[in-house]
């Protein structure tokens, strides 16, 4: 069902204000890590690129992952377009597929809520970054569930910060920090506005 919404919104993805000043602020804060451009880099639920097109030029490589085949068209339309050497679109589930590359980084934006098993997938990228390598996760502080619409697939209503630190301490990862990166305020049609504080957590391997 994931899937279906996301290739249905793909064309349109980027013409939500909404999620470009989103993406924004994630990018522009995963860009105060110490980037350099002999990393290789995984961007997990990229999306139409929109995060990572925007941290490309500042790394060695970058494979952008995504379940779903509309937002992946999208990014290579804009890949080609933008004569991008270092960014690879891959059409991976990592909750059921392997990958045999390791990751100096792995960054995510506004995706772990849409996968069931938080601890899993978690785990994966633990194994998939290379020794002292760097996880960043962009996602919602926990929400009362009214974010979404109906169809969107979300798993989670946002993340509690305590759950997903202890978490990631348990897999092995050190340095977790969580900072809040935006608020996205949503302005609701029966009336009232709410809004939606988003987290950069940052871990090291
Ligand atoms: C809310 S969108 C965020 C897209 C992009 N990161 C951005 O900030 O614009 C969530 C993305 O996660 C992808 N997704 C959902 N479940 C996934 C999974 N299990 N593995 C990889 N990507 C997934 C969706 O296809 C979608 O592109």
Redesign the pocket.
Known sequence: M??TH?DQAANE?DQKKR?VE??RA?AENIALLPLHTKMTAM??????G??GLALAPRLGSLMA????KG?LDVLAGKIKEQGLTNVTPLC????VDTCTQRFDLIF????LH??GETGLILEKFYHLLKDYGTLAIADLDSEDGSFHSAGA?EKHYGFSREVLSEILLGLGFSSVTFKTVHTIQKVYEAGGKRDYPVFLLTAQK
């Open positions: 994931t899937q996301f993805w999620r989103l993406a994630i961007e997990y639920g990229c999306g139409t929109l995060v992952i995504d379940t779903s937002m991976l589930d990592l909750t995510s934006a506004m995706t849409h996968i697939g």
